[in-house]
C-alpha cells in the first residue's frame, strides 16, 4: 500500500510539472485586429503567441497559404511584414499557430489606403475617386511595385496580365500600344486581349503576341507611359530543369527546424517528388524504397507546388524536431513526360546539447516550475515519514511478540523476576559466595546438569541463561572503612 500511494504521488506530480511546462499556443499580448496602411508602405502583422514546443506558424490571405513564391511577403517567427503595399494587398489575413497540444489562430483585416485618390477614399480604386475641382493633378503610376518586371517571357498558350495603374485629376485616360501602334480588337484574334481601364490581359498567348506594350497615360495636366516587352517561347517538349542552387546543403541543431527548397522550370506543370537516400544496413526499417544503382532511397511525402510568375515551379521541403536519423542525402526530382531531372544536398544535424537521461541536472530556481519546487521536499518528508513509521510498527510488534512469549510459559518454568532480571535462577545459597548475592555462571550450569542427572517428572524443563555482552566491577568504600565490591553483568536476547 505505502508503494501504492508512492506511485500514486509521483504520477500527480508529474503529471500537473508536464502540465504546467507544456500546452498548446497561447496568444502572449492583445492584438488590434483591424489594420491599415497606405499604398506603397510596408506593413507589419504581429502574431505574437507563445508556447511549449514552440509552434510552427502558417499565414494565409483570404484562404490562400502565403509562400516564398509572394516576393513581397516575409514571414518570420512573430510577424508577417508585407513591402511596398498595394492594392490588391487587401483583404483578410490569418496567423495559425500549432504544436503539438493544439493550435490558435490570430485573425486581421487589411485596408488600403490610397492618399492619391480622393480626400476619403480609403480603399477605394482610383478610377471611382471623384475629381477635385479646380486643382490639376498631373497622372502617376499608384502600383509601381506591380510594374518592376517589364521584360517577360511565358511559354505558348500561357497567359499574362500588363498593368498600368494610374490617378490624377481630372481622371486620366489609358491608351495601349502595341509596337507604337493602338491596340485595336480586331488584331487581338483567337487568343484575345481584355483591356479593362488599367490592365491589359493577354490570354492563350501565340508567337504572334510577341513585342512590346505600352500604357499611355494622360490628361489635361500631363502624360505618363509605361513599356512592357513580352517574349511568346515555343514549346520544346523538353524535360524539366532545376534553376538556381537549391537545394543546398544544410546544418540545423538538434530538435530545430529547417527546409530544403527546389526550383524547377518545365513546360508543363512538372511533378516534384523529394528522396531521402537509406543508410546502408536500415532497409528494413522502412515498408518499402527504391533501389537506384547501388543505393536504397525512400520517397518523402510530396508537398504542394507553386506555380511562381517567371513560369517556373517550387517546391518546399520542411523538416521539423530534427533527429540524428533525419541527417542524410536528400534529392529533389522534378518530372514531366519527356523526362527528369535531379539535384541532391545534405543535412547535417549537430549532437543533443542536452545531458544524458541517467544524470540528474541542476536546474536554477528560476527554470523550475512551482510544483516540482513544491514537490520535491514534500517527497523527501514523506518517505522520510514512512521509513519512521515502519521503523516503530516492526519495534513495537517485536517487543509485543517477546513479552506474548514470556508470558505464555508455565508458571514452574519461569524464573523469578529478580533472577530473572539478573540471569540467575533460584537456588540455595553457597557459603562460598559471601560478597555475592547471585551464582556464578559455571555454579548454574553445574547445578543445571546435576538436576538434570538426578531426573524426576516434576523437574521444569532446562532453562538456559541469558548470553551476556559486558560485565563490569563496582567497588564502594564505606563510611566505616569497609570495601564492598559487586559486579554488573548486561545481557541481551
Known sequence: ????????????????????????????????????????????????????????????????????????????????????????????????????????NINYTLIVIDDSSSRSGAGTAPEHAPELAGKLVRPRFTQPAKMRKRVIARPVGSSVRLKCTASGNPRPDIVWLKDNRPLVDEESGAGGEQKKRWTLSLKNLMPEHSGKYTCHVSNRAGEINATYKVEVIQRTNSKPILTGTHPVNTTVDYGGTTSFQCKVRSDVKPVIQWLKRVEPGDEKKFNSTIEVGDYHFVVLPPGDVWSRPDGSYLNKLLITRAKEEDAGMYICMGANTMGYSFRSAYLTVLPDRKPPPNSIPIPTSSSLPWPVIIG???????????????????????????????????????????????????????????????????????????LLAQGGSGLAPKIYPKIYTDIHTHTHSHV????????HIHYQC
Open 480 to 487: 566505616d572503612g569497609k570495601v564492598h565490591q559487586h559486579q
Open 376 to 450: 520535491i521536499p514534500a517527497v523527501v518528508a514523506f518517505i522520510l515519514g514512512t521509513a519512521l513509521l515502519w521503523f516503530c510498527q516492526s519495534k513495537r510488534t517485536c517487543s509485543s511478540s517477546s513479552s506474548s512469549s514470556s508470558s505464555a510459559l508455565p508458571a514452574a518454568q519461569r524464573l523469578p523476576v529478580a533472577s530473572r532480571d539478573r540471569a540467575c535462577p533460584t537456588v540455595s545459597p553457597q557459603p562460598a559466595s559471601g560478597d555475592k548475592d547471585c551464582l556464578s555462571y559455571e555454579d548454574y550450569v553445574a547445578h543445571q546438569q546435576l
Open 1 to 104: 500500500s505505502v508503494l501504492l500511494m508512492l506511485y500514486f504521488f509521483f504520477f500527480n506530480l508529474l503529471f500537473f510539472s508536464v502540465a504546467a511546462i507544456c500546452g498548446p499556443p497561447r496568444v502572449s499580448e492583445r492584438v488590434t485586429h483591424r489594420q491599415s496602411a497606405r499604398l506603397g508602405r510596408t506593413v507589419k502583422l504581429p502574431c505574437p503567441v507563445e508556447g511549449d514546443p514552440p509552434p510552427l506558424i502558417m499565414w494565409t490571405k483570404d484562404g490562400r497559404n502565403i509562400h516564398s513564391g509572394w516576393t513581397r511577403f516575409r514571414v518570420s517567427q512573430h510577424a508577417l511584414r508585407v513591402k511596398e503595399v498595394e492594392m490588391d494587398d487587401a483583404g483578410t489575413y490569418i496567423c495559425k499557430a500549432t504544436n503539438g497540444f493544439g493550435s490558435v
